[in-house]
């Protein structure tokens, strides 16, 4: 017997994989248990479910994960993703964001030109790199009308540092992700994105 839900993952064209793994789970059971990101991510980006502000508060969720990965860079990213915070919440301007960026990018940049082969080719170095765009992204493109894409870009950079670290260990990408996955359900609750599915798809809740 197909579920509602099933038939709610249907209408929103989900993707088998998904479908199968949610098999005969609920609405919350699903959105509470899952561990991939890509899929929750998905799930999330609907109409209705969050507005831009939340997306770009959201972004800067995922970047302040791999601050802990950015070493020398972890200063100016931190300032870059508290810039950008108070740009979502109307307490900064466009110029302050774009100075923030500019303070980013010039760090990265010479962290870069600095680093010698050794290091850029380490995971430790690679984790840094990713760490410090993922912030800088967070902020810039979530204010130029790219929230959502800024979103998703943060949180697959996310786990991609938090996978480098562990090298050699096969389960560490599965694990970033389940972990952001955690982080994503911090600040959305199941209530609003379900609310924003019975708003938009009426007809699969009665």
């Not at 479908?19 to 959105?31: C, N």
């Not at 740009?87 to 466009?94: N, R």
Request: hydrophobic share 45%; proline share 1%; charged share 20%.
């Amino acid at each position: 017997m197909t579920t509602k839900f099933q038939k709610l993952l249907e209408k929103v064209e989900a993707c088998s994989e998904a479908r199968d793994w949610v098999g005969t789970k609920s609405f919350t059971e699903a959105y509470e248990t899952c561990s991939d990101h890509h899929h929750l991510l998905w799930f999330v980006d609907k109409p209705g479910v969050l507005d831009d502000r939340r997306w770009r508060l959201l972004a800067c969720a995922f970047a302040r994960t791999v601050l802990p990965f950015a070493g020398e860079l972890t200063a100016v990213c931190l300032a870059t993703i508290e810039v950008a915070e108070r740009f979502a919440a109307g307490g900064a301007t466009q110029d302050e964001l774009t100075e923030a960026y500019g303070a980013a990018y010039g760090a990265v940049r010479t962290v870069a030109l600095n680093a010698d082969l050794s290091a850029a080719c380490s995971a430790a170095w690679n984790s840094a790199w990713n760490a410090a765009w993922s912030a800088v992204y967070s902020a810039v493109y979530s204010a130029d009308g790219k929230v959502v894409w800024s979103a998703k870009s943060a949180a697959d950079t996310a786990v991609r540092a938090a996978a480098l670290t562990a090298a050699g260990d096969s389960t560490a990408y599965s694990a970033a992700s389940a972990k952001l996955c955690f982080t994503i359900r911090q600040h959305v609750s199941c209530r609003e994105v379900y609310d924003g599915y019975k708003a938009n798809y009426p007809e699969m809740f009665t």
